[in-house]
């Protein structure tokens, strides 16, 4: 009877998984945004970085408490798997799921990873032309400098 409730709460764990992993989905969507947004801030971004990294934690809980107590019931699952077989097959629907929305995940990751590297790419164009530019500046403020400078000429006072 117990290995019911502990079948129950693997359940529930998983469901609770899938929403994780929407709200994982939703975050590398506002991340997207946020990347292909000129004007975004590095704040917002780094928001949406700490929320990512809550939910994975949350997910590595869900997984060590799945793993726990499917270590408690497995023998029991294997033995009597017919009188289990509606609660296996709905585990085995989440784990699809579970699965399908990894992927998307792992997509979404790939395409962040490479809009980030294009925005680094552009922060970096964008300094390099801000040193040239001030680099310019400086030299033509020197040149300035010197055109109404008039060298030190020695004059001979002698009658």
């Given at each position: 009877?117990?290995?019911?409730?502990?079948?129950?709460?693997?359940?529930?764990?998983?469901?609770?998984?899938?929403?994780?992993?929407?709200?994982?989905?939703?975050?590398?969507?506002?991340?997207?945004?946020?990347?292909?947004?000129?004007?975004?801030?590095?704040?917002?971004?780094d928001?949406?970085?700490?929320?990512?990294?809550?939910?994975?934690?949350?997910?590595?809980?869900?997984?060590?408490?799945?793993?726990?107590?499917?270590?408690?019931?497995?023998?029991?699952?294997?033995?009597?798997?017919?009188?289990?077989?509606?609660?296996?097959?709905?585990m085995?629907?989440?784990?699809?799921?579970?699965?399908?929305?990894s992927?998307?995940?792992?997509?979404?990751?790939a395409?962040?990873?490479?809009?980030?590297?294009?925005?680094?790419?552009?922060?970096?164009?964008?300094?390099?032309?801000?040193?040239?530019n001030?680099?310019?500046?400086?030299?033509?403020?020197?040149?300035?400098?010197?055109?109404?400078?008039?060298?030190?000429?020695?004059?001979?006072?002698?009658?």
């Amino acid at each position: 009877m117990q290995e019911l409730a502990y079948i129950e709460i693997m359940l529930q764990s998983l469901k609770k998984k899938i929403g994780v992993l929407d709200q994982i989905i939703s975050w590398n969507e506002k991340q997207k945004a946020l990347l292909e947004d000129s004007m975004a801030s590095v704040e917002s971004f780094d928001e949406t970085v700490e929320a990512k990294a809550r939910l994975i934690e949350q997910m590595e809980q869900l997984d060590s408490g799945f793993e726990k107590l499917f270590a408690r019931v497995k023998e029991e699952l294997a033995v009597h798997k017919e009188d289990h077989a509606a609660e296996i097959r709905n585990m085995q629907e989440c784990i699809k799921e579970i699965t399908n929305k990894s992927v998307e995940i792992q997509t979404q990751e790939a395409r962040n990873k490479d809009l980030m590297t294009q925005k680094f790419a552009s922060v970096r164009q964008k300094a390099k032309n801000v040193r040239a530019n001030s680099k310019a500046v400086n030299q033509y403020y020197r040149n300035m400098m010197q055109l109404n400078y008039v060298d030190p000429q020695f004059m001979d006072n002698k009658k």
